[in-house]
């Protein structure tokens, strides 16, 4: 059961963030010259497959660190610090990428129907990304980090 919920927390962490990497990479630019639809569409189409990859990372998170042994132990090695590090990092990509997903895609498609100029909130969604991106790797190092703790 262990490297199974192992295998599939590493799964949503690359069906998350391969995905918003696809997007931010490779359609982002192509909106920026001229294919906001196809982008806006993308990023509609793409929120079911995040957020469940999101689910399972979150809870197949919480399996691995009971996982960990006792309390005691895990604050001795420093692994709590780490842990307390990356829950922390993680709650911010969330609440970044719910901010992305939730307000600023539906801003985007709303200024395409209404005819209204889709640079403000391309804008916002490319900096999203790239905080949420950034986050990734730290919480990537972490990871690896309370792994070798």
Do not use: C
Not at 17 to 23: C, T
Not at 107 to 113: I, K, M, N, Q, S
């Amino acid at each position: 059961m262990a490297l199974l919920s192992v295998w599939l927390h590493l799964l949503g962490v690359v069906a998350w963030i391969g995905g918003l990497m696809y997007q931010a990479h490779v359609l982002g630019p192509a909106a920026r010259r001229g294919a906001v639809g196809v982008f806006a569409e993308a990023a509609r189409g793409g929120r079911p497959v995040a957020w469940t990859a999101i689910a399972v990372v979150a809870l197949t998170g919480f399996y691995n660190v009971t996982r960990l042994g006792p309390l005691e132990r895990v604050m001795e090695t420093g692994a709590g610090l780490l842990l307390a590090g990356k829950f922390m990092l993680v709650l911010a990509a969330v609440a970044l990428a719910a901010q992305r997903d939730f307000s600023q895609v539906p801003r985007l498609r709303r200024a395409l129907a209404e005819g209204q100029d889709p640079a403000p909130p391309l804008r916002t969604i490319a900096w999203l990304d790239r905080l949420v991106l950034l986050l990734a790797v730290a919480i990537v190092y972490l990871g690896v980090a309370v792994s070798r703790a």
